[in-house]
């Protein structure tokens, strides 16, 4: 049996006060998350996705798809954005859970039982991942969140497909394909892109053998959850096939991927940089890690001096860090995120081999780690950022191999040294806390620290969140205009501001965003004919970029045989800011 395998060191016993410095690190971060959570809103990226989650658009041309599945949790919630905001701590708590209970069976299928204590540090070096989701802004509950969590529930779901436990069920066994195709189903919707390669990824895992399992049932079992979950999406209103068709296209069509600046060429290119930027920031801080975990498998005395260097190391590690999490910038926050990932699977892989049963060592634990490398990577395909930055919203798995890691290494370590990986786990979750605390008193995105955004604003979206001065009299005058003009349910577009449009009647008419794909939706739409009606709201600045969408409406809206401004009336004005209404129009 492998629980009597030699290589199986016994729990080593560890005091839970070593625990104490991660406790009190997630208690401050998490903190500080809940406190801000209603202070501050991003008047262009989160505007989008609020704009594009109320108004349920249909985006035809653009491969969104997204807003279908939170559409109606935002009704059911009120359609209030700081309830959403709770909900997207909740999904990268419930996620962190859910992937620590997965890793805790892959061990126990190993014949290693994790003791409480030691659960406990992976759960919170897991919040390592959960508190990088909040260093960079912004706030939204939207596909970054989707492909994050769908990703991580995955990455746990595979897992335990590919290591069970010897003496479960041919039902039980199935659960965890069942589980991936019900998975990848809504992940075509929420990110197109990154459905793609789970799907790629999925496939491959499906060819690798799993003793006791029969060959047909996983491939079965992955296409029925699908399936099911496919139908139930298409029967309450989700428009798969045109998310779906959307997505095609524009990965087929080149002009469209120049339009929204996301060019197969140009993705890669960033991509490319990205890598080769975050190897140079990240090669020490990896290899200090992976030298702690060698001196924690080769110390075998009791030593003051392998106790002093494990510690320095940990401490170094750390303080090398520490300048990239608190500049607030996509390179600095995905160095760390790739040495908690990268450096954490390669101290996995060190602490396995030294530690766990070599009957378990086998291909498919390889493939279950490969996975977990993988899916923070995955997560992000598709974006046009720097991808080892956008991993800062799906580091949740790679946080989990690290603690699980860090676990490893201090049952194998000799008394004295085993305080290196348990300090060291304390103080990557205070360099997630810190990095929360910085990109909310520091550098809050586009705006003033959070704190100091105090005013309420009347939006009913809005209700119980704290804005700028100036953005809350803003959305006001604009929720005023909007009941006066009576606008719910009236096209509306908003030149270079996402945030108008959320704020007057989250119209779904034309996307919310800006720039090309913006002015190819109004395009679209005057295809179809001239509207009756239609709002147009023109901030006052920044001007040379409001002035620039002003002559993109102009030129779509000429499709409709309509004239901006010549045939529209300004209905009401705020600080330089104006609202048109096209005449003739029900005012």
């Not at 409480?116 to 912004?138: D, K």
């Not at 919203?393 to 348990?422: E, K, N």
Request: one cysteine or more; a neutral charge; aromatic letters at 6%.
């Amino acid at each position: 049996m492998p629980q009597t395998d030699a290589r199986v060191p016994r729990p080593a016993p560890w005091h839970p006060a070593h625990l104490a410095l991660a406790v009190v690190a997630a208690l401050v971060g998490m903190v500080t998350v809940v406190v801000t959570l209603r202070h501050g809103l991003d008047w262009s990226d989160e505007a989008f996705v609020w704009t594009m989650v109320a108004s349920d658009r249909v985006a035809v041309g653009e491969a969104w798809g997204f807003q279908h599945l939170v559409h109606p949790v935002f009704v059911l919630t009120g359609e209030s954005v700081l309830v959403m905001r709770v909900l997207r701590l909740a999904g990268y708590v419930v996620a962190s859970v859910v992937l620590v209970a997965a890793a805790t069976r892959v061990m126990r299928a190993a014949g290693v039982h994790l003791r409480r204590r030691e659960r406990a540090l992976v759960l919170l070096v897991a919040q390592v991942g959960t508190l990088l989701a909040w260093s960079y802004p912004p706030r939204y509950l939207g596909y970054n969140e989707l492909s994050s969590w769908l990703g991580a529930l995955l990455c746990a779901a595979l897992s335990v497909g590919l290591v069970p436990v010897a003496e479960e069920s041919r039902g039980r066994r199935a659960l965890p394909w069942v589980a991936v195709g019900v998975l990848l189903a809504p992940l075509v919707i929420a990110k197109f892109t990154a459905a793609v390669v789970w799907a790629a990824v999925v496939l491959v895992v499906l060819l690798v053998p799993v003793p006791g399992t029969a060959g047909w049932l996983r491939p079965a079992a992955v296409v029925g959850g699908a399936v099911a979950t496919t139908a139930v999406m298409a029967a309450s209103g989700v428009p798969v096939l045109t998310v779906v068709d959307n997505s095609v296209g524009l990965l087929l069509d080149s002009s469209a991927q120049e339009a929204s600046d996301h060019s197969v060429s140009e993705v890669l290119r960033t991509y490319l940089t990205s890598t080769r930027e975050t190897a140079r920031a990240a090669v020490v801080p990896v290899v200090a890690l992976v030298t702690l975990a060698v001196l924690c498998l080769r110390v075998r005395r009791r030593t003051r001096v392998g106790a002093a260097v494990g510690l320095l190391l940990a401490a170094g590690l750390v303080a090398l860090l520490v300048g990239p999490s608190v500049e607030g910038t996509w390179s600095g926050l995905g160095s760390v995120s790739a040495v908690v990932g990268v450096g954490g699977v390669l101290a996995l892989v060190l602490a396995a081999r030294a530690t766990l049963p070599a009957a378990w060592l086998t291909p498919r634990a390889g493939v279950a780690l490969l996975v977990a490398l993988g899916a923070p990577l995955v997560a992000a395909v598709g974006t046009n950022n720097l991808i080892w930055g956008h991993t800062v919203f799906s580091a949740t798995p790679w946080a989990v191999v690290c603690g699980l890691a860090l676990c490893l290494l201090a049952r194998a370590a000799p008394p004295l040294v085993r305080a290196a990986p348990l300090l060291l786990g304390g103080l990557l979750v205070c360099l997630a806390g810190t990095a929360v605390v910085f990109d909310v008193s520091v550098h809050p995105y586009r705006s003033e620290p959070l704190l100091r955004q105090t005013t309420p604003t009347s939006v009913p979206a809005l209700a119980g969140m704290r804005l700028t001065e100036d953005q809350a009299a803003t959305a006001d005058w604009l929720h005023r205009v909007a009941v006066e003009q009576e606008a719910a349910g009236v096209p509306a577009v908003a030149l270079h501001s996402p945030g108008h449009l959320f704020a007057f009647n989250r119209s779904g008419w034309a996307s919310p965003w800006r720039g090309g794909i913006w002015q190819d939706s109004v395009a679209t739409n005057c295809e179809s004919g001239a509207p009756e009606d239609l709002f147009v709201l023109q901030p006052a600045a920044p001007a040379d970029l409001v002035e620039a969408e002003r002559g993109r409406l102009q030129e779509a809206l000429t499709g409709c045989t309509l004239r901006f401004p010549e045939d529209f009336t300004a209905v009401s004005g705020h600080d330089g800011s104006v609202v048109w209404r096209l005449q003739g129009g029900a005012g």
